[in-house]
């Protein structure tokens, strides 16, 4: 072999190892999803939802007004748990937008919206069009009739994820629900 093709099969040889790092590095440039979701609570407006996503996940956090607050309380004989709305005057709600029973997605129903048992005037929050379930506000599964059968109709609440509050009014999401 000539001192030329030699020569020429290194160059091959590292053009080629060149162009397989370049592929390797290139790969490795997938977007990654951050480590935790920040949400500054002074910028989302009070008494509705606002919607994120996180780990592949639908997430709503509601910052709550006063009258928000006295309609969930009034609301808690009507949820399957009877969750208790804390009487310090909670500021938000962060809950994961997966009924846990199916999986499948809640869609947002404001205030006043037409509801599947439509006994008591809707106050606003969710419901699953593919099990019927509603929650309110607070995430809370809601009883939708008082005759109903807990055994076979009974629903979850809605999951929250793992969150600190930094600051007084950063909220950060460290792990949503599983799906």
């Not at 309110?136 to 599964?141: I, K, L, P, S, T």
Request: proline share 8%.
């Amino acid at each position: 072999m000539t001192p030329r093709r030699v020569l020429l099969v290194i160059a091959l040889l590292v053009a080629t190892g060149a162009w397989v790092a370049l592929v390797q590095w290139m790969a490795g440039m997938e977007r990654k999803e951050p480590a935790y979701l920040e949400i500054d609570l002074a910028e989302i407006p009070a008494g509705s939802p606002k919607f994120y996503s996180f780990q592949q996940t639908p997430l709503a956090l509601v910052r709550t007004t006063e009258a928000m607050l006295d309609d969930l309380r009034a609301q808690t004989a009507y949820t399957w748990h009877r969750r208790p709305i804390a009487a310090g005057r909670p500021s938000f709600f962060v809950y994961s937008l997966v009924n846990p029973a199916d999986g499948c997605e809640v869609e947002h129903l404001p205030k006043g919206a037409e509801r599947y048992a439509p006994v008591r005037p809707w106050q606003g929050g969710y419901r699953d069009p593919c099990r019927f379930g509603e929650w309110d506000y607070a995430g809370r599964a809601i009883k939708q009739y008082a005759d109903q059968d807990a055994r076979l109709l009974q629903m979850a609440d809605l999951d929250v994820p793992d969150f600190e509050v930094r600051e007084h009014h950063i909220l950060r999401i460290t792990r949503a629900p599983a799906r």
